[in-house]
């Protein structure tokens, strides 16, 4: 997906929440809003929007000299989700269709995205996995993912976030461990998943866990490592997590398979679907509506 | 009011949304958004944000090659507003204030702001000033805004927008016709009043209208008119209209009563209220509250 006209004020203010969230410098705060106005001026439109987020979240990092920023939040996260894994155990073990409830829990790990609420509190995760039981879920496109899953030789699961990764432990349960490679960034950009987090959360017992060699909010395929490539490459199933994710694969001729939450307008309207929708979404299809709803609403043409 | 960091995603939000409005040529969209993200990467901060909005428009404007581009829309807004007129006289005829009922008619048609929502329903309208009515409202401000008003030999009304100029009427039905000059902008910008919404509301026949020579959505004093100028200098009592009024007039030393609504969180940080708040406020609170405010919350300083 490339980045839309909309993109670009919300990266700008992503940026300052960003920044204001490591250093109260105010000097630094300007330096970064006066950086990033500049490169989006000239953004090749053609590119995702982690493109843009991966550049900014480097200049942060370099300004105010810290290298991964979130790491104590994502810590935190890790241990706070964790503490939730016994009772997501019970909820498989109770369940009818213990995949279908796995796969929600994970959509479930990546709606709460511990990165962006600092004040979360337990009832809030409780209130949104019973909304991720209940929400309607694309069924037609679960049986794919069942068929799918109940033949593929190598799965590929792309993580999103720190924390989130514990609901995703889940699903990897119900899918069997041997035959998955769980993909976590190469370095720290915001809450991202990172090969500590997989070795906290216990994923790296678990699985086999490669990091994709890179450091943007999303899997920018051409920055990733050619370990990453071959995996990728290899792999005839591949599971991604959250809107970065989405953004940057959703154009690969693969057979992804994307859960999240549509959180912003613009992945709304390239998903065709409203804000706030619990998200199974195969790449076929997204390829084909991308392609259909790119016209459409707030949807710009690049020019250029 | 200078501009704070959290003003520049606005900015660019608003420009974009401003030239949809006009026009559904998307390299024009693309044209706008580039050259605004790149004027605003260099801005001086120390500047109010209509600075920064007048150069926004214009460009809009030169792109489109449309002098007036919210013409009909004004045209539009005015004929509605008139309708509500005798409605308006009425609650006044009912009140046992009627200046203070007068000062809250006058805020409503700055909340009702025609020019953001062109799909204004009647019942929209009846709520507003109904909410205006019921509102909290600091009546120690009222009580000075009544005896300024008792006294004054010369009243400057620093109006708005199209449409809520036939607001302004009732109040200053009130305030008396004889020393009102009233102050429509120079040129279009967006939906702000020009001498032509004073002529087409019955304003210019009532009152003395003078234009301020600038086309900013605002009142930039250093790019007013010398008649402006004289008019500003000699008043002994000024009221200002919205926000644009607020930002660029919240630091001069004049006895203003701003009438507003606080709609963004800067402005309502600024001002010390919640968003949302119907605001009467005088010159010398805001100055000082101001001044104590600035190095609070969101509200930046300005590094260079």
Do not use: W
């Amino acid at each position: 997906m490339r980045t839309y006209f909309d993109c670009m004020p919300c990266l700008i203010r992503q940026a300052l929440d960003a920044v204001r969230l490591i250093t109260k410098d105010e000097s630094i705060h300007e330096q970064v809003l006066r950086e990033v106005l500049r490169v989006t001026s000239t953004a090749d439109l053609h590119q995702s929007p982690p493109v843009m987020a991966q550049k900014m979240h480097r200049l942060i990092r370099q300004l105010t000299k810290i290298d991964d920023p979130y790491k104590r939040m994502k810590k935190h996260f890790n241990t706070f989700a964790l503490a939730f894994y016994p009772k997501l155990q019970r909820i498989i073990a109770e369940s009818k269709e213990p995949l279908e409830t796995a796969v929600r829990l994970a959509i479930a790990g990546n709606i709460i995205d511990l990165g962006v609420k600092s004040s979360l509190k337990t009832r809030d995760i409780y209130k949104t996995i019973d909304e991720a039981l209940m929400a309607e879920l694309d069924l037609t496109t679960f049986d794919d993912f069942k068929a799918e899953a109940a033949t593929a030789k190598n799965i590929l699961y792309i993580a999103d976030n720190a924390g989130e990764i514990v609901f995703d432990r889940i699903l990897i349960d119900q899918l069997g461990t041997e035959r998955i490679i769980f993909v976590v960034k190469g370095r720290p950009v915001i809450n991202d998943a990172t090969m500590e987090d997989a070795e906290a959360t216990g994923l790296a017992d678990l699985v086999r866990v490669i990091d994709n060699g890179d450091d943007a909010p999303g899997t920018i395929h051409e920055s990733c490592s050619e370990e990453f490539h071959r995996c990728f490459e290899e792999a005839d199933m591949i599971i991604a997590k959250g809107q970065g994710n989405y953004e940057t694969l959703s154009d690969f001729d693969k057979n992804i398979f994307f859960l999240l939450k549509a959180k912003c307008p613009v992945i709304a309207n390239h998903l065709g679907c409203k804000i706030g929708t619990t998200m199974l979404r195969r790449q076929n299809n997204t390829y084909s509506e991308g392609i259909k709803h790119e016209h459409k609403g707030i949807l710009n043409k690049v020019s250029r």
